[in-house]
């Protein structure tokens, strides 16, 4: 099993726009529309932020943003808020032999 | 209001076993598949294992294949996992996660998670 590929930081101004990759094979990401990305500030529990791919939680502003390309998925976060600053992380659905994969986590800074 | 409370962690040799429980309300228990996953202190969230509504079908992450069970009781909206064999690389906090109405493959609700600490 291998987790899903993420930079380990990223970064951007209040107000602007940043795009976090997460990048996977044709057997999890690429395979299936079932792309979740997770928010957790420190200390806390992760929030689910978008689940398969594009699709919004109610409640989560709609700032946030899901979309794939092949076997990488990307979420973007538009109009960059201090509240954003946390950890994000995706996950995939990889099939009924392994399941879930997570990313190993990206730490956005809002400068 | 969903709410998620873990349960039975704590402080185990190498080799020993442990049971975690998770019990669930304000939701339908017995109508979402459940997981568990779990996150070492300062690294990423791995995916340990999850069970469909019913309790019939399991799945476990290769690093607890053999060792791990997981379990539901729905009468008592509880689910659980038994550890056994447990290695150093097992210590983690545990968090029960809620499988989303369409999928399992999301988790919309996360308890506070417990503490499992593996050590000689």
């Known amino acids: 099993q291998s987790a899903l590929t993420q930079p380990p930081s990223a970064s951007g101004s209040p107000g602007q726009s940043v795009t976090i990759s997460c990048t996977g094979t044709?057997?999890?990401?690429?395979?299936?529309?079932?792309v979740s990305w997770y928010q957790q500030h420190p200390g806390k529990v992760p929030k689910l932020m978008i689940y398969e791919v594009t699709k919004r939680p109610s409640g989560v502003p709609d700032r946030f943003s899901g979309s794939k390309s092949g076997n990488t998925a990307s979420l973007t976060v538009s109009g960059l808020q201090a509240e954003d600053e946390a950890d994000y992380y995706c996950s995939s659905y990889a099939g009924i032999n392994n399941f879930v994969f997570f990313g190993g986590g990206t730490k956005l800074t809002v400068l | 209001e969903v709410q998620l409370l873990e349960s039975g962690g704590g402080l185990v040799q190498p080799g020993g076993s442990l049971r975690l429980s998770c019990t669930a309300s304000g939701f339908s228990f017995s109508a979402y598949a459940m997981n568990w996953v779990r996150q070492a202190p300062g690294k990423g969230l791995e995916w340990v294992s999850g069970?469909?509504?019913?309790?019939?079908?399991?799945y476990y992450a290769d690093s607890v294949k053999g060792r791990f069970t997981i379990s539901r009781d729905n009468s008592k909206n509880t689910l659980f996992l038994q550890m056994n064999s447990l290695r150093v690389e097992d210590t983690a906090l545990y968090y029960c996660a809620k499988g989303l109405a369409s999928s399992n493959y999301g988790f919309d609700y996360w308890g506070q998670g417990t503490l499992v600490t593996v050590s000689s």
């Open positions: 069970l469909s509504g019913s309790g019939g079908s399991t």
């Open positions: 044709s057997s999890d990401v690429g395979g299936y529309n079932y």
